[in-house]
């Protein structure tokens, strides 16, 4: 096994590396060349938690539908454009896999003419050179890397590297990616990149980022773990502006921001949440009607985008309701109820929510009782004669959580009463009973 396969095995999820399994037989089975790209690639090699799987394929994935629906896999929206599905697995994997490409700008900010091509080609036509490096997923060359333009060196570095001198006229949305990246991966940007990115801004190309690239770039931002960071980071750079002017001073909710940061670094890593709805509504916070609905059409949110956003106060407010009640006596009730919970209902309340007992609550949750669900293993629930896969599997694992949640900690023995000292001197009140032997 190769040093990259080891890496991937150690540093992704059980899950996501069944995943990688399940697409290798796959990609075989087609006969067409499968490698492991982009972003995850990146934050594999520079120790950053792996949130998605990005897959690029050597043939149209569209073709790959019917192998994908056997293996679990669900599309959650497809880009007919660039030939790219975005994959959930059973488990909760997410992943995107798209046709290895060469995009062509005829003019910046347009549409790019896409065309079918080998992996190097597509990597190097890439934005940063820390997004171009490839790991073939193929029986003939497994485990070997591409990186054509010396990506892992600037991981090394932690330096963000345009790949060529027209990226930013290209593609300028990516002007704004190079401040997120830049936030979100803490490197710094490389000299020659920061001349680029000067040029492309005086020449007014983020005049040409289209409407549906400011919202995609829109939900990249609302996903950022460090999203009161990036937003700062894009307010000092003059490039919030291009969603809504009004954001450009006090109307910025950082604080709003600050607190769902913090949420966030709260909640495990892998949490679930639906990001878009809780960002939106602190964003709105502070805007009037008018500038909502310019800042709806600057970046093309869709309705649905919108009515989510609209219905998570009252969902919130019941779930509030339910985490404030005095019938929730044992940890297993709130388990329960917090488990259900969508993960973005559940920060919600940690951003919003005046009451204490609320903020506690919650606070246990991620703190105490989701650790300890987790001390109980697929094994343990086989040891106790229910057998993997089977409808009861699930039940019976729930019912050692819950069994677990319940059972509190045993006291410690009390420390035996130290025995009395001695008499200070014997001798003055003459010499007491013999203790047995
Ligand atoms: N890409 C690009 N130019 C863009 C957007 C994307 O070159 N304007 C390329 C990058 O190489 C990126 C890949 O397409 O790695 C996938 O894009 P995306 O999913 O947006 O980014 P990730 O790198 O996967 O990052 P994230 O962790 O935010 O998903």
Do not use: W
Not at 124 to 149: E, M, Y
Not at 197 to 210: D, G, P, Q, V
Not at 292 to 312: D, P
């Amino acid at each position: 096994m190769s040093d990259y396969m080891f890496m991937l095995e150690s540093h992704l999820s059980t899950e996501q590396f069944r995943v990688v399994g399940e697409m290798q037989k796959i990609a075989a089975a087609a006969g067409v060349n499968l490698f492991l790209t982009g972003g995850a690639m990146r934050d594999m090699l520079g120790g950053f938690p792996v949130r998605d799987l990005d897959f690029t394929v050597e043939t149209n994935p569209l073709k790959l539908g019917k192998a994908l629906e056997k293996a679990g896999a669900t599309a959650v929206s497809t880009d007919d454009l660039r030939k790219a599905v975005e994959l959930r697995f059973p488990g909760g994997v997410t992943a995107e896999l798209a046709m290895a490409r060469q995009e062509r700008y005829p003019k910046p900010g347009g549409r790019p003419q896409v065309t079918p091509a080998a992996i190097h080609e597509d990597l190097r036509s890439r934005d940063f050179t820390v997004n171009a490096i490839a790991l073939s997923l193929n029986r003939a060359s497994l485990g070997l890397p591409i990186d054509p333009t010396n990506g892992v060196g600037d991981i090394e570095r932690k330096e963000l590297r345009a790949i060529h001198n027209y990226s930013f006229y290209d593609d300028p949305s990516r002007m704004l990616r190079l401040i997120r990246f830049k936030i979100r991966l803490g490197y710094a940007i490389d000299e020659r990149t920061k001349l680029q990115y000067e040029n492309a801004r005086e020449a007014e190309m983020l005049t040409k980022i289209s409407p549906e690239a400011l919202g995609a770039e829109l939900r990249h931002i609302a996903a950022e773990p460090l999203v009161a960071d990036v937003l700062k980071a894009l307010e000092e750079e003059k490039l919030i502006g291009l969603y809504s002017p009004a954001l450009e001073g006090p109307k910025l909710n950082l604080g709003g921001f600050q607190k769902l940061q913090k949420a966030r670094q709260t909640a495990p890593s892998d949490y679930r949440v639906h990001a878009m709805p809780l960002f939106l509504t602190i964003l709105f916070e502070k805007l009037n009607a008018k500038e909502k609905s310019a800042l709806i059409k600057a970046a093309e949110l869709s309705r649905q985008e919108i009515n989510a956003t609209q219905k998570m106060e009252a969902a919130a407010k019941k779930l509030e309701r339910d985490l404030k009640s005095a019938k929730l006596q044992k940890p297993s009730q709130l388990y329960q109820i917090l488990i259900k919970a969508p993960g973005e209902l559940v920060l919600c309340l940690m951003v919003y929510s005046d009451q204490r007992l609320v903020q506690d609550r919650i606070k246990n949750y991620f703190g105490k009782y989701l650790p300890a669900s987790l001390e109980i293993t697929d094994e343990m629930v086989a040891a106790s004669g229910v057998a993997p896969g089977t409808p009861k599997f699930a039940g019976a694992k729930e019912k050692m959580i819950l069994a677990r949640l319940d059972a509190r900690p045993k006291k410690p023995a009390p420390e035996p009463e130290p025995p009395p000292p001695p008499p200070m001197s014997s001798f003055a009140r003459g010499p007491g009973p013999r203790a047995p032997r």
